[in-house]
């Protein structure tokens, strides 16, 4: 049971680490652009970080990665990838897409200036949708439900500077653990 499970965690990673093809990013973005509350941080927002998949599993030490793309100003300005490590009991797998939004220029210099992380106390808003196919996630995590059209979030604010906002792709993951997330960032040549 134990190998199936770290075969399973390792495939899913491994699906989150490959190739995003170049619409998915434009596709993830009119996601969170047609939920409810994110929509509004396009507007007010000096620029965000998207991330199409960001896949996580784990067996009581756990993992996350997704690779994503940063814009300031609607403009395509560099590249980053997000990481995660936690520990606790957990047992599972899920894939999510991510938006991370910088409220200014100072937060955009911050997250850029090299490896920013986000402590296991920083906030995230799950976009929940129509109860279409539904899974639960305890722990740190929230209820989620399947469909990505008429999402609406549960509360509004920046962290640092910063507002991250989820929507659930799939999977089912238990977890009571603590973690943070790492970012890295490269400039668009």
């Given at each position: 049971m134990k190998k199936l499970l770290s075969v399973a965690l390792f495939s899913l990673l491994t699906l989150a680490a490959g190739m995003v093809r170049a619409d998915e990013y434009q596709d993830t973005v009119r996601m969170f652009k047609q939920a409810d509350d994110s929509a509004d941080f396009f507007n007010?927002?000096?620029?965000?970080?998207?991330?199409?998949?960001?896949?996580k599993g784990g067996i009581l030490v756990g993992g996350a990665y997704g690779e994503g793309r940063v814009y300031v100003h609607g403009k395509y300005v560099g590249d980053t990838t997000v990481t995660?490590?936690?520990?606790?009991?957990?047992l599972?797998?899920?894939?999510?897409?991510?938006i991370v939004f910088f409220q200014d220029e100072r937060a955009f210099r911050e997250f850029a200036s090299g490896?920013?992380?986000?402590?296991?106390?920083?906030?995230?808003?799950?976009?929940?949708?129509?109860?279409?196919?539904?899974?639960?996630?305890?722990?740190?995590?929230?209820?989620?439900?399947g469909g990505k059209n008429?999402?609406?979030t549960r509360g509004k604010h920046y962290n640092k500077?910063?507002?991250?906002?989820?929507?659930?792709?799939g999977g089912l993951m238990y977890e009571a653990s603590?973690?943070?997330?790492?970012?890295?960032y490269k400039p668009r040549n």
């Open positions: 007010t927002s000096y620029g965000y970080a998207v991330f199409p998949t960001v896949g995660q490590v936690s520990v606790g009991f957990q599972g797998g899920q894939a999510f897409s991510e490896n920013f992380e986000f402590g296991a106390g920083a906030g995230v808003v799950v976009i929940t949708a129509s109860a279409e196919a539904q899974a639960t996630t305890a722990g740190s995590s929230a209820t989620l439900a008429n999402a609406n500077g910063m507002a991250t906002f989820i929507i659930p792709k603590v973690s943070g997330q790492k970012f890295t």
